[in-house]
């Protein structure tokens, strides 16, 4: 594979040229594209590796891009959002963004998930540790089973079987059903906290349920 080439879809100059400096210095190829009615052609032309994708742009709305870019491709697209509460939106639109990332952003952390998500998409097919017997309700880690509560289990599920998918607390909240009564966000954060501290056990000192900033959890193995 040759540079990486990633298309950046940003109507501001000076956010796109911060962009493209950064990318640029880490041995990625990257290209702007400013006028929302111009970006699907630009994927056409320009055949990039990774979809930087503004939500707001004139001429077409990011979101109505990634639906009609979906029907055809599976390019890995990071959306850029001005606003935090519009994540959880965005995650309940299940438009099959691949990262969101919420302004302002520093362009280093914005290089490092185009990195992690080349990663990903080129090393999809290689094995993890992670086993999931789903009918025995039972998830093994490098060969040993990890002793799981069954909201844990559903939790652990839900992330495994998608890696570097992001879930809101919400999805995650959905996908306890435990009594609802008095449930709340931080009893997610708990589970999430007790199963690191599980999987630390297994696998230790490797984080793989990553917190997103203002979104949620997602599970991924980064490489060391
Ligand atoms: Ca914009």
Avoid: W
Avoid at 136 to 149: E, K
Avoid at 177 to 187: A, I, K
Wanted: proline content about 6%; glycine content about 6%.
């Amino acid at each position: 594979m040759g540079q990486p080439t990633v298309l950046v879809a940003e109507d501001e100059p000076k956010i796109a040229q911060l962009l493209v400096d950064y990318l640029v210095q880490s041995g990625y190829r990257a290209v702007v594209v400013a006028d929302g009615a111009r970006v699907l052609a630009a994927v056409t032309i320009e055949q990039p590796d990774v979809l930087l994708l503004d939500i707001m742009l004139p001429g077409r709305d990011g979101l109505e891009i990634l639906r009609e870019l979906r029907r055809r491709s599976t390019l890995p697209v990071i959306m850029l959002t001005a606003r935090v509460e519009e994540i959880d939106r965005l995650l309940g639109l299940e438009l099959g963004s691949d990262d969101y990332i919420c302004k302002p952003f520093s362009p280093r952390e914005v290089v490092a998930r185009v990195r992690a998500l080349l990663r990903r998409s080129t090393s999809a097919a290689t094995t993890h540790p992670f086993e999931v017997d789903d009918a025995a309700q039972r998830i093994r880690v490098a060969g040993r089973p990890m002793p799981l509560t069954h909201t844990e289990y559903r939790l652990m599920h839900a992330l495994v079987s998608h890696p570097g998918r992001v879930y809101s607390r919400d999805q995650l909240l959905d996908l306890m059903h435990d009594d609802l009564r008095d449930v709340t966000d931080r009893v997610v954060d708990s589970h999430i906290r007790n199963l690191r501290r599980k999987l630390d056990d297994l696998l230790p000192g490797q984080q793989v349920i990553h917190a997103v900033y203002g979104a949620g959890y997602r599970f991924e193995i980064l490489e060391p």
